[in-house]
T-cell receptor, first 115, second 112 residues
Framework: EAGVAQSPRYKIIEKRQSVAFWCNPISGHATLYWYQQILGQGPKLLIQFQNNGVVDDSQLPKDRFSAERLKGVDSTLKIQPAKLEDSAVYLC?????????????FGQGTRLTVV | AQSVTQLDSHVSVSEGTPVLLRCNYSSSYSPSLFWYVQHPNKGLQLLLKYTSAATLVKGINGFEAEFKKSETSFHLTKPSAHMSDAAEYFCVTFTNAGKSTFGDGTTLTVKP
């Protein structure tokens, strides 16, 4: 079974520039998550999709971050404009729906450096 | 509301000695609890999960964890550490709606 695919793996941008990350979840997984992992901390949920609808975006800085999941499959996360504090690894994960299927499978992440 | 607390930010053991990584949770209901491992430059990998079946859960690579409701704990153990176990470990809770809460992680160092 193919895993969660993310691209790019690494990105370096200057502050105030924009950047986009892409995620392809495991086939058939209805739930998709974007996490931000700052160095030395655990992943923090930014947004959770159920198919193409948003379930939870309470911790997404909506003034600069946006995400979409067209057709309930692939997803993109955008930052515009970027700040120095956005430097982090951005993780995408997916899971099936159901009481016994809450395990999330993670991609390798995109490491963003804002200079 | 649910939360997860990993009691040690760093744990150092010698190769061949036991490993204990501690996790306490807070939840208004019986949660699903997971341990994930993150090796450098690699994605998070599931070690094991508890979903209200057996309280002693066995995972990959010789790890296991015991769910203790009375102590609200889900500590991760391994009888004998291997050099390849050196990594970051996260205790995580997911609700059945898929809402997740991660601990801040424990860095495990294994000395030869």
């Amino acid at each position: 079974e193919a895993g969660v695919a993310q691209s790019p793996r690494y990105k370096i941008i200057e502050k105030r520039q924009s950047v986009a990350f892409w995620c392809n979840p495991i086939s058939g997984h209805a739930t998709l998550y974007w996490y931000q992992q700052i160095l030395g901390q655990g992943p923090k949920l930014l947004i959770q999709f159920q198919n193409n609808g948003v379930v939870d975006d309470s911790q997404l800085p909506k003034d600069r971050f946006s995400a979409e999941r067209l057709k309930g499959v692939d997803s993109t996360l955008k930052i515009q404009p970027a700040k120095l504090e956005d430097s982090a690894v951005y993780l995408c994960a997916s899971s099936l729906v159901g009481l016994d299927n809450t395990e999330a499978f993670f991609g390798q992440g995109t490491r963003l450096t804002v200079v | 509301a649910q939360s997860v607390t990993q009691l040690d930010s760093h744990v150092s053991v010698s190769e061949g000695t036991p490993v204990l990584l501690r996790c306490n949770y807070s939840s208004s209901y019986s949660p699903s609890l997971f341990w994930y491992v993150q090796h450098p430059n690699k994605g998070l990998q599931l070690l094991l999960k508890y979903t209200s079946a057996a309280t002693l859960v066995k995972g990959i690579n010789g790890f296991e964890a015991e769910f203790k409701k009375s102590e609200t704990s889900f500590h991760l153990t391994k009888p004998s550490a291997h050099m390849s176990d050196a990594a970051e470990y996260f205790c995580v809770t997911f609700t059945n709606a898929g809402k997740s809460t991660f601990g801040d992680g424990t860095t495990l160092t294994v000395k030869p």
